[in-house]
């Protein structure tokens, strides 16, 4: 019983300093998020329509992810308005339950209309527990639908969790006023 305790304190540890990472700069952001863009393109060229056709997409480029019973996921990304930087969002969820590993990896989250963009720009953003993310791989884009007005892609960078849910994720936006050097 004490070793399960020491281990869901490890766990609580990594989730708490994935929590307090120091949040990307937003130049830095903008050269990494359009590098995940490259990616997302290269592994499913099938994402170049989401791209071009979508109201808006947040791209994280990388989210840090880790845990045993408790985890947690951390990351920072802008928001996009027809191929336009308009915000920058902070990602965090922090979660309990059958889970082990730790990694990386990034997301983008295509909105179809303009009001489903709104709605999340509006205040902080939770994912619908019953969210789930497409795992990019070529063809993958072809079969993929929007569900509740939005589309989600992850793309594995490093590591191996064992967890494939997305719903949970909050969302803060806050909005850029100047352009992005």
């Known amino acids: 019983m004490k070793q399960i305790l020491n ?15 120091v949040p990307a700069r937003a130049g830095d952001l ?7 863009i490259q990616n997302f393109k290269l592994a499913d060229p099938g994402l170049t329509r989401f791209f071009e ?6 791209v994280l480029p990388s989210v840090g992810e880790g845990g045993l019973i408790i ?3 951390r990351g920072d990304g802008l928001v996009y308005h027809k191929g ?3 915000g920058k969002v902070t990602m965090t969820e922090i979660s309990i339950g059958a889970q082990a590993g730790g990694g990386q990896f990034s997301e983008v989250i295509f909105f179809e209309t ?14 619908s527990a019953a969210a789930k993310a497409s795992v990019v791989a070529s063809g993958v884009a072809a079969n993929a639908k929007y569900e509740q007005g939005m589309a989600v892609f992850t793309l594995p960078k490093s590591g191996a ?3 494939a849910a997305v719903g949970g994720q909050k969302f803060k936006f806050e909005p850029i ?4 050097q």
């Open 161 to 163: 969790m064992v967890a």
């Open 177 to 180: 006023h100047s352009p992005i």
């Open 30 to 36: 903008k050269a990494a998020s359009g590098q995940a």
């Open 53 to 58: 056709n979508s109201a808006g997409y947040v």
């Open 114 to 127: 303009n009001a489903a963009l709104e709605s999340f720009k509006a205040s902080e953003y939770k994912m």
């Open 7 to 21: 281990i869901t304190k490890v766990a609580a540890l990594l989730a708490l300093a994935l929590a307090v990472i």
């Open 71 to 73: 985890g947690g996921q």
């Open 84 to 86: 336009t930087v308009v």
